[in-house]
């Protein structure tokens, strides 16, 4: 399955394939820049399983070196799923969540609904 291009309300936004390699190093990363700018989309959503444990156990600091790239870029990503597990058994992964959250970059969102009506109330 391609990626995706939606548009809710004024923002765009690439809804990247579940299907795919974890975007989990550089190379992976300034592809989906590349991408994003084709499509000249304003925030990724990147589906949760694209990612995998490794990703969001904090530790590894994987989230980190991608969620940098991203800033340094000026993409905006979602990451779109369900993280109650990997939440309940990381205090970090469940501060960095809520943290994400408040601001205008990173955001964790269960699906794609939840993506808009955030993307509407910013």
């Known amino acids: 399955?391609?990626?995706?291009?939606?548009?809710?309300?004024?923002?765009?936004?690439?809804?990247?394939?579940?299907?795919?390699?974890?975007?989990?190093?550089?190379?992976?990363?300034?592809s989906l820049i590349g991408g994003?700018?084709?499509h000249q989309a304003d925030i990724v959503a990147i589906p949760v399983e694209r990612q995998g444990a490794a990703?969001?156990?904090?530790k590894t600091r994987l989230a980190g070196e991608v969620?940098?790239?991203?800033v340094n870029y000026n993409l905006r990503v979602?990451?779109?799923?369900?993280?109650?597990?990997?939440?309940?058994?990381?205090g970090a992964l469940r501060d960095f969540i809520r943290e994400s959250n408040k601001?205008?970059?990173?955001?964790?969102?269960?699906d794609l609904a939840a993506l808009e009506q955030k993307l509407a109330a910013a």
């Open 36 to 38: 994003a700018a084709s």
């Open 55 to 58: 990703f969001f156990d904090l």
């Open 67 to 70: 969620l940098q790239v991203c």
């Open 103 to 110: 601001g205008f970059t990173v955001w964790f969102v269960d």
């Open 1 to 30: 399955m391609p990626d995706v291009l939606h548009q809710f309300g004024e923002t765009r936004v690439l809804v990247v394939a579940a299907d795919g390699p974890p975007i989990v190093d550089r190379g992976e990363t300034l």
């Open 78 to 90: 979602a990451f779109v799923g369900d993280l109650t597990a990997a939440r309940e058994s990381s």
